[in-house]
């Protein structure tokens, strides 16, 4: 059963180079649970997300590898105990400050 990850409300904190997601868990039907979390980043340029993280306990989550001057868009997605991943939230988009 795949974990359906419908209404994430993602949040981030910018510094001078990482930035930090935060969401919250999907509501939960038919007994299923989370077990972990994939994070997932492109930029505006990019058509596809790249799997930057996988097994990710919960929120939040800090994202290190971002350049300055450079706009980042993040999607999380919910994975169930049997592996299944859900599809990916809402995004949040962020810039980071040039140096």
Same mark, same amino acid.
């Given at each position: 059963? $795949? *974990?359906? *990850? &419908?209404?994430?409300?993602?949040?981030?904190?910018?510094?001078?180079?990482s930035v930090t997601l935060t969401?919250? #868990?999907? &509501?939960? @039907?038919?007994? $299923?649970?989370?077990?972990? =979390?994939?994070? +997932?980043?492109?930029? #505006?340029?990019?058509?596809? =997300? !790249? !799997?930057?993280?996988?097994?990710?306990?919960? #929120? #939040? =989550?800090?994202?290190?590898?971002? !350049?300055?001057?450079? &706009? =980042?868009? +993040?999607? $999380?997605?919910? $994975?169930?105990?049997?592996?299944? @991943?859900?599809?990916?939230? @809402? *995004?949040? !988009? *962020?810039?980071?400050?040039?140096?």
């Amino acid at each position: 059963m $795949v *974990v359906l *990850v &419908t209404a994430f409300a993602l949040a981030f904190a910018k510094s001078r180079h990482s930035v930090t997601l935060t969401w919250q #868990p999907p &509501t939960l @039907e038919n007994g $299923v649970s989370v077990a972990s =979390y994939n994070v +997932y980043r492109r930029t #505006p340029k990019d058509h596809i =997300y !790249k !799997k930057i993280a996988t097994h990710v306990p919960g #929120p #939040p =989550y800090q994202d290190p590898q971002v !350049k300055g001057g450079q &706009t =980042y868009i +993040y999607a $999380v997605s919910a $994975v169930d105990p049997s592996g299944h @991943e859900g599809r990916l939230s @809402e *995004v949040a !988009k *962020v810039t980071i400050p040039s140096p």
